[in-house]
C-alpha cells in the first residue's frame, strides 16, 4: 500500500481471482468476498460494518489478472498498479513472448485519471467508460 492504512476502512483486494475485504477490527481476521460497487462490509464475525475503499479501476485489475491461467495467481494489494500486474504477467510468461523485450511496459496501457482506458495489454478501450457508468454520477 503506497499510502498509510486508514483505520474502520475495510480495503478491497483480489485473492485468487476473487475480491475480498479483510475486516480492519484489530484480532478480527474475517475476511469476506465483496462484488463490484459493494459500499460496505459487514463483518460476520464481530457485527461491525465498514466502509469499502475501492482501487481506482477495479474493473481494469479484473481484466489484467483474468489473463493469467492458474486463479490461484490471481492476486492484487492496493498500492500495486496496473502496469505492476502487467509486469509480473510478463515475468511469469504469461503474456505473448514479444513483450518480454519491451523495457517500458507503461506504454502498453493508456492510463488516464488512474484508469485504465486503453492500450494494447488489455482490450479496455470501452472499460473505464463502462466503470463510470456503473459508478453513476
Ligand atoms: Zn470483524
Not at 457485527?47 to 486463479?71: G, H, K, M, Y
Not at 498498479?81 to 513472448?97: C, F, K
Request: proline share 9%.
Amino acid at each position: 500500500m503506497s499510502e498509510l492504512a486508514r483505520t474502520g476502512v475495510a480495503y478491497a483486494e483480489v485473492n485468487h481471482g476473487r475480491w475480498i475485504a479483510r475486516c480492519p477490527t484489530p484480532y478480527c481476521y474475517n475476511a469476506l468476498q465483496i462484488a463490484h460497487g459493494d459500499a460496505e462490509l459487514c463483518c460476520r464475525e464481530c457485527w461491525q460494518v465498514f466502509p469499502i475503499e475501492w482501487p481506482a479501476d477495479p474493473i481494469s485489475i479484473t481484466r489484467l489478472l483474468a489473463a493469467r491461467p492458474n486463479p490461484a495467481t490471481r492476486n492484487w494489494l492496493p498500492g500495486e498498479t496496473p502496469v505492476d500486474l502487467l509486469n509480473e504477467s510478463v515475468a511469469h510468461g504469461i503474456a505473448p513472448a514479444e513483450w518480454q523485450d519491451i523495457t517500458d511496459r507503461t506504454l502498453m496501457l493508456r492510463i488516464a485519471d488512474e484508469l485504465v482506458v486503453g492500450g494494447v495489454a488489455i482490450d479496455g478501450a470501452i472499460t473505464a467508460p463502462v466503470y463510470r457508468m456503473l459508478e453513476g454520477p
